[in-house]
Nanobody
């Protein structure tokens, strides 16, 4: 059973930074493509960024390009999301997910999900 546990969310002022972590069960991050999604209050869940199993390829949503960086440490089975220059519109619950193809951006393409970690950016 694949398990994903996010951490690192919290309250930050606009312009600040946060780093989210996603701890995966054994070998998950080195087997699956990993993605981050987010869901703001009253909105649908949306794709943020993904990375392939080796970490050599990434795919970013336009809204976060140049501000967010995804990385992974397969030895630790952990995926990270470094978020810089945060904006109030980045406020959402952030979810880690595991799927087959990192190019996919629909949440239906990801099979396994964490419980989410909330991020609040104050203006």
């Amino acid at each position: 059973q694949v398990q994903l546990v996010e951490s690192g969310g919290g309250l930050v002022q606009a312009g600040g930074s946060l780093r989210l972590s996603c701890a995966a069960s054994e070998r998950t991050s080195s087997t699956y493509a990993m993605g981050w999604f987010r869901q703001a209050p009253g909105k649908e869940r949306e794709f943020v960024v993904s990375i392939n199993w080796s970490g050599s390829s990434t795919n970013y949503a336009d809204s976060v390009k140049g501000r967010f960086t995804i990385s992974k440490d397969n030895a630790k089975n952990t995926v990270y999301l470094q978020m810089n220059s945060l904006k109030p519109e980045d406020t959402a619950v952030y979810y880690c997910a595991a799927g087959t193809f990192y190019q996919k951006t629909q949440d239906s393409d990801y099979r396994y999900w964490g419980q989410g970690t909330p991020v609040t950016v104050s203006s």
